[in-house]
């Protein structure tokens, strides 16, 4: 809602597509809500899934869009393979560093199944998404070490000794960069037999 009331994001307008193929699209969001891009390339996509057996649809130009797995359950429900993908702001800190530099980027599958029993894949590349960092601080429930990075790059959930993580807005995410999946790699010795 911030961004809508910053102007940051169109109300109205459409998406376009830009580029397309039988199977393939490329679509200019216009800098309109994420929902409504997304919901226009899912659509674009299953039209395309079931007039040619694939149907892949890329944006620019958007928004923050939402949960990435409602995406590909939306596809799967048509009977099709489902999958959704965004990158984000740096809210990441690769393994070792001591700054954030890459994105949560989600990732979501999600296949249909005998009977109703789906498959669905709905991962961040972090070691907790930034959505369920932001339900534990809401909730004021303790931040488990491996989910946040100090100023010297060491694990540290405890948010007064986290590092503040690049911010467009002011108070938009809480502090502390992510670790990556993986975040353990921080704790096995380097080369040498030292930890970080």
Same mark, same amino acid.
């Given at each position: ?15 376009e ?29 299953? @039209?395309?899934? #079931? $007039?040619?057996?694939? +149907?892949?649809v890329?944006? *620019?130009? &958007? ?10 359950? @939306?596809?799967? #429900? $048509?009977?099709?393979? +489902?999958?959704?993908?965004? *990158?984000? &702001? ?67 959930g ?21 670790p990556?999946s ?15």
């Amino acid at each position: 809602m911030e961004d809508i009331q910053n102007k940051l994001t169109k109300l109205d307008g459409t998406p376009e597509i830009v580029n397309e193929t039988a199977a393939c699209a490329l679509v200019n969001g216009n800098n309109l809500f994420g929902p409504v891009v997304g919901n226009f390339c899912t659509e674009l996509a299953i @039209k395309k899934a #079931k $007039e040619t057996g694939i +149907g892949w649809v890329v944006a *620019n130009h &958007s928004n923050h869009y939402g949960i990435a797995g409602y995406y590909s359950m @939306k596809i799967c #429900k $048509e009977g099709l393979l +489902g999958m959704s993908f965004t *990158n984000t &702001s740096p809210y990441q800190v690769p393994t070792r560093a001591k700054q954030n530099a890459l994105g949560t980027n989600p990732i979501t599958l999600a296949a249909p199944g005998h009977n109703g029993d789906d498959f669905v894949l709905d991962m961040a590349t972090t070691t907790a998404a930034l959505g369920k960092v932001e339900i534990y601080e809401r909730e004021k429930l303790p931040i488990p070490e491996t989910w946040g990075v100090n100023k010297n790059g060491v694990l540290c959930g405890h948010q007064s000794r986290r590092v503040r993580p690049w911010i467009p807005r002011q108070n938009e995410r809480p502090d502390g960069p992510l670790p990556r999946s993986g975040a353990s790699s921080w704790l096995r010795p380097r080369a040498g037999g030292r930890r970080p």
